[in-house]
């Protein structure tokens, strides 16, 4: 201390005063920021106490936020709360390209001769396509796909079985399901049409907008779709199952000309479909038809009634889920005639989807379904 006081008295009244400003700076420069520290501790403790510091969990919320979307395809649509619409559409190679599948958020193949064959549904809910089809007559199995997913249902005629249950509620076995919001081309006005430039009878198509309009005159509800939505990867997710996709194909095994298959892009993340070795196009776009997922599901078919047949897609079984270039095992589930269809993995949990198209083909059990991936050159 002496000799901070000897060196201090030997000062000139200016270097003084530049020793005192220097010794205010570093003050007031701590002052500052012990005050700073302060308010953001006051604030993040009066975040934990009114619990809004973020969790993990809340943290991958941020990075994919919940927001208005679809609860089929995980994409966000001004529609995103409106009831989905099936339609029943034609799987003849007569009937190719069909218009307005590349609009639906989810379509559904499957036998409608048992071993020969098969019909499709398009499930839409963001988008509304002037122009479905050619549309087809409706069948008891998807029906019950319909119920599923509280959906209105639209079609051109159909099975005694299917115009039964969807008049009455009963079905062809006894169960009284309730009936079913369905536009019916023999009975609606101003929703279908037909188009010259194709041959009968896979020339007749649908207006969604149309089909809407008609809906509301039948006093069908339109919104609030009851039924749990589907879970969907996030970005994230996505991006680390990326790291190890593969290129390849998948082949499904229906019979003759309805054999399909879907090469995956590793660019775009989807699926080119092929139907029968030709590139699948929708008409309506002049697009090639891809999916961001592929699901394939085994359950036994037979037929009950000349050329009607019944498909068991009610109870569990096997199921193969196709996204981010890679195959995942796991068991597809329907709790009954109403029940919504779901896909879990081996532990048991729902298969999250890549959010976009999924294309559910439900095959037969002696048909195979094969992911063969590109070979890799050293």
Not at 5 to 18: A, N, P
Not at 125 to 150: N, Q
Not at 230 to 252: D, H, K, M, N, R
């Amino acid at each position: 201390m002496k000799e901070f006081r000897r060196r201090w008295s030997l000062l000139t009244k200016k270097e003084k005063y530049i020793v005192y400003s220097i010794l205010g700076g570093v003050v007031i420069f701590l002052a500052l920021g012990l005050s700073v520290f302060s308010m953001r501790s006051s604030d993040q403790e009066e975040s934990i106490e009114n619990g809004t510091l973020p969790t993990s969990e809340e943290r991958e919320v941020e990075e994919a936020p919940k927001r208005n979307v679809s609860p089929l395809s995980g994409e966000e649509c001004e529609r995103y709360d409106q009831r989905p619409i099936g339609v029943m559409v034609a799987s003849d190679p007569a009937a190719r390209p069909l218009s307005g599948v590349n609009q639906a958020e989810i379509v559904v193949e499957m036998p409608v001769v048992s071993g020969s064959v098969t019909r499709l549904m398009a499930v839409f809910v963001c988008d509304t396509p002037e122009e479905v089809g050619s549309i087809r007559s409706a069948r008891h199995d998807f029906t019950s796909l319909i119920r599923g997913w509280d959906a209105l249902f639209v079609h051109w005629g159909g099975s005694s079985f299917a115009l039964d249950e969807l008049s009455t509620g009963v079905r062809y076995t006894g169960e009284n399901l309730g009936p079913v919001d369905n536009i019916n081309a023999l009975n609606a006005d101003r929703v279908f049409f037909r188009k010259n430039t194709v041959p009968a009878p896979h020339n007749g198509f649908a207006s969604l907008p149309n089909a809407l309009e008609y809906s509301e005159r039948q006093g069908y509800r339109l919104d609030n779709p009851d039924f749990e939505p589907y879970l969907f990867l996030t970005p994230s997710q996505i991006e680390e199952q990326l790291a190890s996709a593969q290129a390849g194909t998948v082949y499904v095994g229906y019979s003759g000309v309805y054999s399909s298959r879907w090469e995956y892009n590793l660019d775009t993340n989807t699926y080119a479909r092929f139907w029968a070795n030709q590139r699948d196009v929708d008409a309506l776009d002049e697009e090639g038809v891809s999916a961001n997922n592929v699901i394939v599901m085994k359950a036994e078919s037979r037929q009950i009634q000349d050329q009607y047949n019944t498909v068991n897609i009610y109870g569990e079984g096997e199921a193969r889920v196709y996204q981010n270039g890679q195959e995942v095992g796991g068991t597809w589930k329907k709790d009954g005639f109403k029940g919504t269809i779901r896909f879990v993995d081996a532990e048991g949990e729902e298969i999250a989807l890549v959010p976009g198209q999924t294309y559910i083909q439900i095959i037969e059990p002696n048909q195979n379904v094969n992911w063969e991936p590109d070979s890799i050159s050293e």
